[in-house]
């Protein structure tokens, strides 16, 4: 059975109520399904997650909201599922919850918190997701990641797979995305058919010459040319029926069927939604 697509968009920023009302409102009028917010902490105007997500479910009756994705290692279970239950109460139903293991340092530093080692904050995402499994059963949880002991917990236990490209590839005919994929598929085994695929859109065009910025997808390839980084699965170019028919070969060979594109995307790639719709 081919799945329908799904398409979300992250909010960097809240400023106000009135603007987050008016953001939330002009992304579900360009058909976007998902209103993604980030978990980061001493960057100024980043939103804290839980209240944002409230907050925007009240603004709009058919958005879904999520993380994409939660610091797992900010928080203990069974406090990240009172918030996680209380949102998706408040907005009757309506919770994907992104989770990801934490990466930056200076944010645990922020936080007054320890940074534990890699492994550890794997260790700790499985223990996460495996107590809100137990005890949020009804809210979908998508866990994002690239290597193989995240996505195996991904794999074993998420609903939504949050794929990042599989990075540059090493020679001619290496694809990493179909490497990752397959991974995930091997872990999954019986309930791959019923995950959902997402990835994480880091370079659309904003104007009509079809070009898009690389500079948010050269932050995670900073050795990569532009040649490849034009070349990854992460990055859209063309016009928007060229995008729309770079996203159904996504479907087709790779079984992806959720986007996440950033907010500076929205009118650009809403072109790109009314061609598949």
Do not use: W
Request: aromatic letters at 8%.
């Amino acid at each position: 059975m081919v799945k329908d697509f799904r398409f979300g968009i992250g909010v960097r920023s809240v400023k106000s109520a009135q603007k987050l009302r008016d953001t939330v409102r002009r992304f579900e009028d360009l058909g976007f399904d998902v209103l993604h917010v980030p978990d980061h902490l001493g960057r100024f105007g980043v939103p804290a997650p839980f209240p944002t997500m409230a907050a925007a479910a009240e603004y709009s009756k058919t958005m879904r909201v999520g993380t994409f994705v939660i610091n797992a290692a900010f928080y203990k279970p069974a406090l990240l599922a009172r918030d996680a239950i209380a949102v998706d109460i408040l907005s009757e139903g309506r919770l994907d919850l992104g989770l990801g293991t934490g990466y930056v340092r200076e944010e645990f530093e922020a936080a007054e918190l320890p940074y534990p080692s890699a492994g550890e904050r794997v260790d700790h995402l499985r223990h996460t997701t495996k107590y809100l499994k137990e005890n949020a059963p009804s809210i979908p949880i998508l866990i994002a990641g690239n290597g193989d002991r995240v996505l195996r917990i991904a794999a074993q236990h998420a609903d939504i797979i949050g794929l990042t490209g599989g990075g540059v590839p090493d020679h001619p005919g290496h694809d990493p995305l179909a490497e990752r994929i397959e991974f995930v598929r091997d872990a999954a085994g019986e309930r791959f058919d019923d995950l959902e695929l997402n990835i994480a859109i880091t370079g659309v065009p904003t104007d009509s010459s079809g070009i898009p910025d690389l500079a948010l997808t050269r932050g995670y390839a900073p050795d990569a040319t532009e040649e490849q980084l034009l070349a990854l699965p992460t990055v859209l170019t063309g016009t928007p029926r060229d995008i729309a028919d770079t996203l159904r070969d996504r479907r087709d060979n790779y079984g992806i069927t959720y986007f996440t594109v950033q907010d500076y995307h929205a009118e650009y790639f809403a072109k790109v939604i009314a061609e598949l719709r």
